[in-house]
């Protein structure tokens, strides 16, 4: 509603005179003078950003997560115990991780952020009685303007003049089919129907008209939406959710142990105060896996990669994994599971039923009747539907600028689909034009809903074309074209034809009547012919039968969908019959689904829509409003819902999904922005892709979690030695030396399994439940009580090996000098090995690691040689071996760590064959 206080289909009810006098202005346009207050009064006419993003706050969202917050805490902690070291590393870490976050999230904004302005940046406008060009932006509520076929729509407008307009709507209504506008009002079926309205965003296919600007800017229906998008909030990730959960649990569970061991340290060994803190600091540390922040963010970075070569740009990097739980995907149909392209599959004549073969634009193939090729000479009332489906035709299709490029339609689609017809037939377009050039042309109007077309014919005599509304076109035909001989009409040829076109209605297919008459008894100049005059005595001679196909992949991403245990609600602005028409054929649903219209969708309360989310049903007719209500619908049902579409009418929902895909190719820039993931190309199935690689994430976040969280049972059981034996046994392990585990040797093995390929299966599994989390029994067991306590045996025997090598137990183990030096380091080592086993059990959960292939991940190897030199560097560099109080080892001692792997995986392996034979 504008400053007027009157609404768009207010001011289409209005009389001319109402209607010039409410906008205070008049048939030839404003004054300069008027315009410029106007301007002042109501803001430029375009879409304003009422959110801008913040850079900065972007920037410090990746520093205050609680994960975050933990690692500044504990590095702050460290400093103020006087480990400047040690607060320094964990610092880095944090920082580092930030910063790269951010980066990876600012990459993928800048590539959706070419947002372009959907208004045209001039208009025509009377002006002080005379037409001048003006800046769109400067159009005003009152200004006359002129609209022309291939013109952009400035503002919302009613019409005071036209001829033959039609109006593409799709990118508000989602509906693929132009709509006829004229001067007089008329309502019509659903939101945006009005016959002398036309809405800002939607562009003029066919026709002339004049029209009066009555919203602009942000108060036409095209800044509401947008308006409505950007006020809207976005939803916290399932990740993030998650990876706050298990932040909380982690550090929960780290400050316990560290309070338990704290109060021990000082009424049970008798440290100190400030000792015993350390001490427990050092417990935190271990419990604390400061890496598991820096290898999320990168396996999540490594999805974005992979996904971006399978054509979806993700925004967000927490988006990537919410792929993965989505239970609900609520999609859009045209441009989506259709290719938003009419296209004419079948000819009826009265003897014939033809296939049309060959999907898109300009294809080669040829009509078909059965599966042999028609040879058009042999088939004259063939040959004639074809010639007037070129002839009788505004539209013109333009090559594309590169082989890969989609030709352009100027016109409309449904012109567009006969000229292809015409084309596939093999007849050449041009040539029949120079045999039967254009004398005249009657154009096409929505009372009458036909074309006609006049021609000369080779022989010099002249022929009528008609094309049109089955209904208006029988009405007017005498005769019937049968087997090339014209024959008079009769009512059993009637009943044929209605069934005919009854029964393609039903599929959801949209028919076209084609007749023409052989030129006699009028005037024999034909710009004197009228309409009346020459619109009669027709001979009907068959029916093109059209739709918006479904693309060609979409039968087997909405299998793999069912296999996933995922639904899909076709959710559309199309019409009843012809969504239920897709969404059968396609596979969505069956023959039973109930379909329910944006009007009865309006009539239905909360719990009503909630209750008929959960069953099988299709959404028709909708407004974008309604859109965004079955989201929520879904949402409070539980479901982790994924919104797809590419039009202005989309973006609520995709704001408010808990993650919004837009279409790239196709997709308004509203759209663009409000989602968290761009199909690149436009591709229904990207996103089955999308979601495999999303379910993989999860599972290789579980692998990684189990990964590292079994290296903190080793590296805590030192420090529970050295309480319970009251400090007769010394740390083990220096606090260093477990950062050293967290943020070192860890870091690169653990994002090769963020790089793992999905298990075999992966989609034949349902979505994870909400109430799963990354932290379960499964990986605690694994980790701290099969992992962890091997290599805690492990890493304990190490230490005592040495000590033994050196006189234990005849000697008492040794709180400094080199053989505790020596000790700690190989209590070190063993863990790293114990580790480098770890990382190849991880990479499965029951299949054999040697049935995927034991080299098969190259990351993980790369990860594990990096491993093995750190730890050699740590050894052998004098200035680090004081920081991390490690000592060179003998070959001996090398012998014994690289040995360390090989049973670990062996009784790792036995595991995975009794699981899978219990399972089985």
């Not at 870091?747 to 909400?770: C, F, V």
């Amino acid at each position: 509603m504008g400053k007027s206080g009157k609404t768009t289909d207010d001011f289409a009810k209005l009389s001319v005179d109402q209607f010039y006098q409410a906008l205070k202005t008049q048939a030839t346009g404003l004054s300069d003078t008027d315009a410029a207050k106007r301007l002042q009064d109501v803001g430029p006419n375009t879409i304003q950003q009422t959110q801008s993003r913040s850079q900065f706050k972007a920037f410090i969202k990746n520093f205050t997560s609680l994960m975050a917050l933990l690692l500044w805490v504990s590095g702050l902690i460290a400093m103020f115990v006087g480990m400047l070291e040690l607060g320094i590393a964990i610092w880095a870490v944090n920082i580092i991780n930030g910063c790269f976050s951010f980066w990876q999230e600012h990459a993928a904004q800048k590539a959706t952020d070419s947002l372009k302005e959907m208004l045209p940046t001039y208009t025509h406008v009377w002006r002080d009685g005379k037409t001048k060009q003006i800046n769109a932006t400067d159009l005003v509520p009152g200004d006359v303007f002129t609209i022309q076929a291939g013109n952009s729509i400035s503002a919302d407008a009613r019409i005071i003049a036209g001829n033959a307009l039609q109006v593409d709507e799709s990118a508000l209504t989602g509906e693929s089919v132009a709509v006829d506008k004229q001067p007089t009002y008329h309502k019509g079926d659903g939101k945006f129907a009005e016959a002398n309205i036309v809405y800002a965003g939607t562009v003029a296919v066919n026709g002339t008209a004049t029209a009066v600007a009555v919203q602009t800017g942000m108060q036409t229906e095209f800044g509401q939406i947008a308006s409505l998008t950007q006020n809207q909030q976005g939803t916290v990730s399932p990740l993030t959710a998650e990876l706050n959960r298990l932040t909380r649990q982690i550090s929960m569970i780290a400050i316990l142990i560290g309070l338990i061991f704290f109060v021990a340290a000082i009424f049970f060994v008798h440290y100190p105060v400030a000792k015993s803190f350390i001490f427990a600091l050092g417990m935190i540390v271990a419990f604390i896996p400061e890496g598991l922040l820096p290898t999320v963010t990168l396996s999540l970075a490594q999805g974005v990669t992979r996904m971006s070569k399978k054509h979806a740009l993700v925004k967000e990097l927490s988006s990537v994994e919410t792929l993965g739980e989505t239970t609900v995907i609520c999609s859009d149909k045209t441009g989506t599971l259709t290719q938003n392209q009419m296209t004419i599959n079948h000819v009826w004549l009265p003897k014939q039923r033809y296939q049309v073969s060959g999907q898109g634009y300009l294809n080669n193939g040829q009509v078909l009747a059965a599966k042999t090729p028609v040879d058009l000479a042999q088939a004259p009332d063939l040959a004639l539907l074809l010639r007037i489906s070129g002839l009788d035709n505004d539209t013109e299709i333009q090559p594309g600028k590169t082989a890969q490029a989609k030709p352009k339609i100027l016109g409309t689609p449904t012109e567009a689909a006969h000229l292809i017809l015409t084309e596939k037939s093999g007849l050449n377009l041009d040539e029949l034009k120079q045999q039967y050039p254009r004398l005249e042309e009657l154009p096409f109007d929505s009372d009458r809903k036909r074309m006609t077309t006049i021609h000369r014919q080779p022989d010099g005599q002249q022929v009528v074309y008609v094309k049109g509304a089955l209904d208006g076109i029988l009405a007017i035909c005498d005769t019937i074209l049968e087997n090339g001989q014209v024959r008079p009409i009769t009512a059993t040829d009637t009943a044929n034809i209605d069934a005919a076109n009854k029964h393609y209605a039903a599929e959801g297919l949209r028919s076209m009547a084609m007749a023409y008459r052989a030129y006699n008894g009028l005037p024999s100049d034909p710009a004197d012919c009228t309409i009346e005059a020459t619109e009669q005595h027709l001979t009907f001679v068959g029916l093109t039968v059209m739709a918006d196909p479904p693309r060609p992949e979409i039968y087997d991403a909405v299998e793999k969908c069912h296999r996933a245990n995922i639904r899909i609600i076709m959710v559309t602005g199309d019409s009843p019959l012809t969504a239920k028409s897709v969404a059968v054929k396609i596979g969505i649903d069956s023959d039973q689904v109930r379909v329910i219209t944006g009007d009865e969708l309006a009539a239905m309360s909360d719990s009503e829509l909630q209750a008929a989310v959960k069953g099988e049903v299709i959404f028709a007719r909708v407004a974008p409003e309604q859109k965004y209500r079955i989201v929520k619908a879904n949402q409070h049902n539980g479901e982790i819902v994924a919104a797809t579409g590419d039009g202005v009418n989309d973006a609520p929902a995709l704001k408010q999904a808990d993650i919004g895909i837009a279409m790239g190719v196709t997709g308004t820039d509203v759209a663009k922005d409000a989602a968290d993931m761009i199909l690149t190309d436009d591709n229904f199935a990207s996103i089955v892709s999308a979601i495999e690689e999303g379910r993989t994430v999860y599972s290789n976040l579980q692998k990684f979690l189990l990964y590292i969280l079994n290296s903190n049972v080793p590296e805590a059981i030192p420090s529970v030695l050295f309480l319970f034996s009251r400090g007769l046994i010394p740390l083990p392990l220096t606090v260093m030396q477990i950062l050293t585990v967290d943020l070192g040797t860890d870091m690169l093995p653990a994002l090769g399994l963020g790089a793992e390929k999905s298990e075999p299966g992966i989609m034949d599994q349902p979505p994870r439940a909400r109430n799963a989390h990354l932290l379960n029994k499964t990986i605690v067991w694994k980790a701290f009580g099969w992992y962890g306590m091997i290599a805690s045996v492990l890493s304990t025997v190490a230490y005592f090996f040495v000590n033994y090598l050196h006189g234990w137990p005849n000697v008492a183990l040794a709180a400094s000098g080199d053989t505790y030096v020596m000790a700690t380091t190989m209590t070190l080592a063993a863990i790293v090995f114990c580790q480098i086993a770890a990382a190849i059990n991880c990479r499965t959960q029951v299949t054999s690691v040697f049935t995927i292939g034991l080299f098969s991940n190259r990351r993980i190897w790369w990860g594990i040689g990096f491993e093995i030199v750190l730890i050699a560097v740590l050894m052998y560099v004098p200035v680090l071996q004081g920081l991390f109080n490690t000592a060179a080892i003998n070959g001996r001692d090398w012998l014994l760590l690289f040995s360390i792997p090989i049973p670990l995986v062996l009784i790792e392996e036995a595991r995975k064959a009794l699981v899978r034979r219990h399972l089985a």
